[in-house]
């Protein structure tokens, strides 16, 4: 039911109050979709909404910015504190906005980026072909081994061949850790920016649960909602104080014109809530859940692409459960499960077998063992037959999720 009191009837409202009954009655397996607090979507429904504010703290283009000014250098130096860097950018409207910022500030149109290949776990803003990104720059791709494995030696020959000006690590289908150290020696080695895109990770980063790459890297960027549980929104984040002015001007005037306070206020909410030792065992939890679903898919026969993962997401090969990845996200869906396609390694879009698995939200969800849900959801794949993993999801949604409305 919906609960807020709009003061007009319209149209917008009522589908708004069928979407809340959809949450409230699935649970996403879906690795880039998460739960905000309340908190975070009041901030993002606030009166800053309605304040224009070009430009950055204490340098705008518009009169009364100066609660703007405050709420955006409480956001930097949150985003500071998190990642442990000295320069901060919360002004991306996206992820894919803040790279496209990163290679508009550090790159000239034909500059060659070497990156993971979209077909290898990539991510489209990374140099994909139908990607703005392959319109402007040299894309030279590494790719994963016939393990899922990126094979770092073959990186090192594509950027000592190649010698880019940009490598870019980071992906949105790719189970394993990074050796982010390794990447630096290899950008060192040509003279290369090393770009970090953390848009997966970086709620599992800021929860100590995984490695920071700031100590290795140029620069990085990520997402605000997926791991981190925010609103939807970039930010960029630096060491280096001369890029961090570089990517500034990339941001506004370069790519962007005024900022969205309402997000940005949002983000600090998001981000004062990734400081707690809460937060730190939420992510913990993420990870052992993923765990336990790689663990009770394996076991049943499933196979997984490099045999698990290291972090909160796995990518199921649908043909050990003989369907192809549309055949199971349709079947999991009349069981209000949510999961994404994702292509196999040398496989077509167009005709995927895979379908990509996360835990952030489900442990969000208030799930911090993912036991009993996961046997049931390996069933489901087993037998085709749905109607148990289905009460299972409504009962557990409808009684967990009213408490974030």
């Given at each position: 039911?919906?609960?807020?009191?709009?003061?007009?009837?319209?149209?917008?409202?009522?589908?708004?109050?069928?979407?809340?009954?959809?949450?409230?009655?699935?649970?996403?397996?879906?690795?880039?979709?998460?739960?905000?607090?309340?908190?975070?979507?009041?901030?993002?429904?606030?009166?800053?909404?309605?304040?224009?504010?070009?430009?950055?703290?204490?340098?705008?283009?518009?009169?009364?910015?100066?609660?703007?000014?405050?709420?955006?250098?409480?956001?930097?130096?949150?985003?500071?504190?998190?990642?442990?860097?000295?320069?901060?950018?919360?002004?991306?409207?996206?992820?894919?906005?803040?790279?496209?910022?990163?290679?508009?500030?550090?790159?000239?149109?034909?500059?060659?980026?070497?990156?993971?290949?979209?077909?290898?776990?990539?991510?489209?803003?990374?140099?994909?072909?139908?990607?703005?990104?392959?319109?402007?720059?040299?894309?030279?791709?590494?790719?994963?081994?016939?393990?899922?494995?990126?094979?770092?030696?073959?990186?090192?020959?594509?950027?000592?061949?190649?010698?880019?000006?940009?490598?870019?690590?980071?992906?949105?289908?790719?189970?394993?850790?990074?050796?982010?150290?390794?990447?630096?020696?290899?950008?060192?080695?040509?003279?290369?920016?090393?770009?970090?895109?953390?848009?997966?990770?970086?709620?599992?980063?800021?929860?100590?649960?995984?490695?920071?790459?700031?100590?290795?890297?140029?620069?990085?960027?990520?997402?605000?909602?997926?791991?981190?549980?925010?609103?939807?929104?970039?930010?960029?984040?630096?060491?280096?104080?001369?890029?961090?002015?570089?990517?500034?001007?990339?941001?506004?005037?370069?790519?962007?014109?005024?900022?969205?306070?309402?997000?940005?206020?949002?983000?600090?909410?998001g981000f004062s809530e990734n400081l707690t030792p809460e937060f730190q065992k939420y992510s913990k939890n993420v990870?052992?859940?993923?765990?336990?679903?790689?663990?009770?898919?394996?076991?049943?026969?499933?196979?997984?692409?490099?045999?698990?993962?290291?972090?909160?997401?796995?990518?199921?090969?649908?043909?050990?459960?003989?369907?192809?990845?549309?055949?199971?996200?349709?079947?999991?869906?009349?069981?209000?499960?949510?999961?994404?396609?994702?292509?196999?390694?040398?496989?077509?879009?167009?005709?995927?077998?895979?379908?990509?698995?996360?835990?952030?939200?489900?442990?969000?969800?208030?799930?911090?063992?993912?036991?009993?849900?996961?046997?049931?959801?390996?069933?489901?794949?087993?037998?085709?037959?749905?109607?148990?993993?289905?009460?299972y999801t409504i009962n557990t949604a409808q009684k967990m999720y009213h408490s974030f409305l």
């Amino acid at each position: 039911m919906l609960r807020f009191k709009p003061m007009a009837n319209n149209k917008v409202f009522e589908i708004i109050e069928r979407e809340i009954a959809r949450q409230s009655s699935s649970i996403s397996l879906i690795a880039s979709e998460n739960i905000t607090s309340k908190d975070v979507r009041i901030a993002n429904a606030s009166v800053f909404t309605n304040k224009y504010a070009e430009g950055y703290p204490n340098v705008r283009y518009y009169s009364g910015c100066e609660f703007a000014d405050e709420v955006e250098s409480l956001c930097i130096d949150l985003v500071k504190e998190i990642f442990d860097c000295k320069w901060a950018n919360v002004q991306p409207h996206s992820g894919s906005q803040a790279n496209t910022a990163v290679y508009f500030a550090l790159l000239n149109p034909g500059d060659t980026i070497l990156s993971l290949s979209l077909e290898s776990g990539g991510h489209l803003t990374h140099g994909a072909k139908v990607s703005s990104s392959s319109t402007f720059y040299n894309i030279v791709h590494y790719s994963v081994d016939e393990n899922g494995i990126i094979d770092m030696n073959s990186v090192a020959e594509l950027a000592k061949i190649h010698q880019p000006k940009l490598i870019i690590t980071g992906a949105s289908a790719y189970p394993r850790n990074w050796d982010w150290k390794a990447f630096q020696t290899i950008a060192k080695s040509c003279n290369a920016y090393l770009l970090a895109d953390i848009a997966h990770i970086a709620g599992l980063i800021a929860g100590k649960a995984m490695e920071n790459p700031m100590p290795y890297v140029d620069i990085m960027t990520s997402t605000t909602h997926k791991t981190l549980r925010g609103p939807r929104g970039g930010i960029i984040m630096s060491n280096n104080l001369d890029i961090g002015k570089l990517v500034d001007r990339a941001i506004f005037p370069g790519t962007q014109g005024g900022p969205i306070v309402n997000t940005i206020a949002a983000k600090a909410i998001g981000f004062s809530e990734n400081l707690t030792p809460e937060f730190q065992k939420y992510s913990k939890n993420v990870m052992k859940n993923a765990q336990i679903l790689a663990t009770e898919i394996l076991n049943a026969g499933g196979k997984l692409t490099t045999g698990g993962t290291d972090n909160h997401l796995m990518i199921l090969d649908c043909k050990t459960f003989g369907m192809d990845a549309k055949q199971a996200e349709k079947l999991l869906l009349e069981a209000n499960v949510l999961t994404s396609v994702s292509a196999l390694v040398g496989e077509s879009w167009r005709t995927p077998t895979g379908i990509r698995l996360g835990t952030p939200y489900i442990t969000t969800l208030g799930l911090s063992d993912i036991t009993d849900f996961a046997k049931l959801f390996v069933e489901a794949l087993q037998t085709k037959k749905i109607e148990t993993l289905k009460d299972y999801t409504i009962n557990t949604a409808q009684k967990m999720y009213h408490s974030f409305l």
